[in-house]
């Protein structure tokens, strides 16, 4: 049965999550209903919570990592889905214009990312929502032997192989030093080893070591040891030929200078910060030592699909990336919980006890 | 003004293209109205007209390579086309599916290449007609200072592009031998030598030999000179690094099996053959040479996208594959013409003088 | 003590495997002498005592997969070598040609692989001989922790680096078939899985398939079992990305174009077949699912670098591919055993006790 | 007749060149005896004559874009050099170091690229000498239709072939913009073009900006017309895909951040500055934008025999890249010219009226 009113959760100002109702609009023939499992909070979400990343707009009814069930599908859909499918959804995309002829929807030139795509009255995408209506287009099938907030590693996960695409990973060959153990950072590691690399994780709290060491990664404890001088002697005096930055900060920034090889190395700057970040860049060292320099932010359509597949063929496991899962009616706990050091909380939209 | 009823060229048998008439439907939301310009005729419609392909269906109403300008827009485009913008189509996609994530379009699981996507009695794309709706995202919009029928090049450039991904063409330093000088074999050549390939082509027809000499590449006369020796000639007893097929011919692919390097070469086999050629491949030889034998088929969305940047820009210049312009009440006379070794007829959808 | 003559094996005839004496010739500036460990029997070895591939020539002083201990260096050496250091050999190369400066060594002009490069009297690299004097450009450096059989895989890991590079894998995303789990397709599936590929493998015989599964690899018992409707089985009906042909054989080049991919698979001729098998290769099929069929043989200098590296870091683990050790004073029994479908059969030529 | 004697330019001290006098060593079975046409002047060169790179030593017997006639050859050499040929020369490496075996001999760790590789008292390549032996593996056959001065680009062409390589130009689609029309600036522009990309150069100095025209180069004159928003207007408002500084100066830098694509541009700081400029790196924008900063230094093996196939082939010309031709006895004067914002200055080391 699906309700006259669907709850979803949504920021209304710094610091306040609140669970809201509204009415679901008509299915039309490219859109598929999902009855919505779980949405884990990202980063960019708990920023606005945070105060941090204000400029998106209130009230944001954000959320963008999540998994659900299919149970109605338009008519002009073919055969990709069905009825009682497990979908985890992408960001929106026209699917129009150059940028989405690429694959780049990240790019779109007629959609925003967290625009008021879905009401007058709100911005974002309705992750946090019991239901939602999407176009197909903007779904991947899962794995029904998936949990679903492992479903919902998708987006997250389509980031890091854009990341994995720009920095060219070389199997079997590269090491690969991951500064910050966080959701992303532990993620980017996992994918990096996934890939044929090998894989070194620094960080300086406790709980994330402990984490990293349990997902099996080489860790360097930065609060007790010089990253540089430990990837220095992990590499037999090498150094790292790609070093993945996985927090926005100044001090990583520069580490990454130090830990790289001397020629030839790639330094992906794969995460904002706020407040912002410098990096002392000597044009001539860049020159001399070849270093690469690479941004990396959002996700193609062929990342996206590619991250359905690794998660669906269980070529990585994200499970201890998974913090704590919190009831919907409870989402202002969820922020509290999600703005402390915490690996992903995974809000339940349909209440039920996982 | 719209006329109410469009008029569009199609197969009906064998030996046999027609006029016809239907009413256009209503345009929705994410849809452009087209006044076609040109529709060029492409060897998958006059193979067809042959009786060689004729497994595509009748009635045909066919035709891929056109162009035209909008003339009306849905309410959801965005801002990438606007009426008057000229536009090339691509073949029809879900967008939905995996292959179609993914960009390859050809592969589309869930919308037919030539089935009836606009008609419970036609097949095909329509090229042919005078007016069309067609979804936008099956649109590249196009430079409006090239003429039409140049414009129409997307679909077969696009096509060439992808062959280039596949061959991983190396800029200044491969030289590439083409087989065969219709319309796709210098269209390729065309391509080979804008991305920094030295290129030779290899023709026996006395009017495709001079074409191509006007074209400016080096030509062997293959009625004349044998190609193997004439390749080893040219690039100082070394071969090829790389030989494109666009005939599908036994005996040009043998060719290209002596006509290579010594090691490392790739041949490419861009065009089917009908009826059916053969290949002597030899696995230990395939092994120790270490040839790439690479086919080739379709474009992917950013292949497209790329067609129509390369033609936007004149990266390259299709005008002397135009064999003739021949207007639409006259397509069983345009069939006839290319049916006859011409490069390119090109039907002119709204009947001025060109 | 270096002796005055040093021992070494080399094939008389057809199925005649001799130690024989020789001295040892003076160190010059830019040679090492390396007291040898092991030489591992390749197939090459053996197919020619086989009487398979007699164009060699005899005698044969053949081996090339190989490890020892630098006991001296000449004076023109650098500081890459120090006596002391474990190595392994590669192939002779000139080390001017043009082949050479691409760092296709197994393509050198001026060096033929298995001349009579040391001799006059007889062929081959001596391999299998207890001392030998090279050009320190011809070694890459070992972990002493590895043992002297694992350290001798330099050579055959190169050949399937160089595999690797030819298919660009697609790590984390593809499945890849290797077809024959003898010592070269097991290798090929151990490098795959390192760089990311999931790796299934098909054989018949028994004690090869309980090696495959001991290595951790999903396995087809193509005994028992129809290899294309088990490929299709584990895939989701979608079929193989990559078919790795580690044997040369009719029957498995025909299966492999049966169980790939719809479109855009890719099948590796990685081993010749003696006598030559035959491949059903239809031209228009290659073309229209845009397969490519690709030849590997050998490796570039880049190749056994890396693979020098991946051993040294296991990241992949040779062990179960060595079948037995044998002094070289029993090469003949030897050869018996390299020819009855074993594992690498390793020639101790310091003779001690492993 | 090989002089007793031979002649040769070298830096005593910051703005003094001088001929000096040596005997030739003996030749060994490695290497080559070379009859030297021309030796280019480097901007290596010319800054240390101008103080700028003073830390490479005094006496420098630099010069290293030379080309010359083999006279006679060493006894191990093969079949790729003989006598009457002509060749241009490489930087000295090991060909032993696992650098040197990835091809990367810009890295070599065992031989320094200006050390007193050929004398205990003079640094240098000698490239000014009349006369020189070096190893074989150092040369490069060149094509003998050449003029010398053209053939002595293999060196500086390497470079700019390692620039295009770690820029992973897309041919048929890029848009290049190189800041700096000096002989690198236009090396890079004539490259990027023959590999297909569209190319745009921007400059201050009124002769080179005739220079770039003559080349057939689209040109910004970055005295009186703004190149970021010259750039937007030839692109469409999209912006370069590709900026290679070709210049190290701080302005130029800036502007390189300012004239790029929105998403996923690529910045090549191809040149050292001197003094050291600056570039206005803000991490959080790098991130956002998806640039790519890119060091590029020196060539690898590969890169110098792409080179020397480029001019042989005349994919590239080069001719408007020198500026005029000097005797070795007036090696000063040619310094005085390499220092007056000039192109190539040729250094005739035979003495005869080109």
Redesign the interface.
Known sequence: MIPEKIKFGCLTKKGMAEVHERSLPQLKA?ELLVKQEVCNICTTDYQQWQGLREHQGYPMAGGHECSGIVVDKGSD?????EVGDRVSILYDY???????????IT?C???KMFGKNYSNEYYGLFGFATYFIRK??SF??MNPKLRPEEAAFVEPLGSV?QN?K?LR?R???DTVVVIGAGTMGLLNAA?AR???G?VIVSEMMDKKIDISRRMGFEVINAKEEDPVEKVMEFTNDLGADVVILAV?ATAA?NQALKMIK???AKIS?????YP????D??????????????????SS??D???AA??LN?K??DVSLLIEERISLDKIQEAFEKANSNNYRISVMLQQKTV
């Open positions: 490219d859909i073919g055969n990709t889905f026209c699917g129009i214009c150059s940028q989405c002829k690429m694959g780049e790019n030139e007629n959609i197909a287009k991947v099938k192989l994995m720009k990973l199997p079997g060959k994918v996934a890939m044929g090998r926005g920034n001397k020629r030839d700057l794969f995460a904002a910060g912002a970040p410098q990096m860049i000597d044009p001539n060292m860049i020159h001399y030592k070849k270093i690469e320099v690479i941004g990396t932010f959002g359509l062929e996206y699909n590619d597949g690794m063929e070529r990585i």
